[in-house]
């Protein structure tokens, strides 16, 4: 089984994270298996990114409770 690293560009700060990952668990989560089952070996926030497409420190952000809407 082999390694692949994958880059997504958050969407939030538009930095581009990098994501290794199993080429194999890559393909079982393609087909729908859940980010939790197929990759227990990355952290929270490099699940967040596969999932959300936003890095742990923007995804922290959001939920830091800042209210700055007007
Ligand atoms: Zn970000």
């Given at each position: 089984?082999?390694?692949?690293?994958?880059?997504?560009n958050?969407?939030?700060c538009k930095?581009?994270?990098?994501v290794?990952?199993?080429?194999?668990?890559?393909?079982?989560?393609?087909?729908?298996?859940?980010?939790?089952h197929?990759?227990?070996?990355?952290?929270?926030d490099?699940?967040?990114?596969?999932i959300?497409?936003?890095?742990?420190?923007?995804f922290?952000k959001?939920?830091e409770?800042?209210?700055?809407?007007?």
């Amino acid at each position: 089984m082999r390694d692949t690293q994958l880059t997504v560009n958050c969407f939030s700060c538009k930095q581009d994270q990098a994501v290794k990952v199993n080429e194999k668990d890559l393909e079982n989560y393609n087909n729908g298996a859940h980010a939790q089952h197929v990759f227990p070996y990355l952290s929270a926030d490099e699940r967040e990114l596969l999932i959300s497409g936003i890095c742990g420190c923007c995804f922290d952000k959001m939920f830091e409770g800042d209210e700055d809407e007007s």
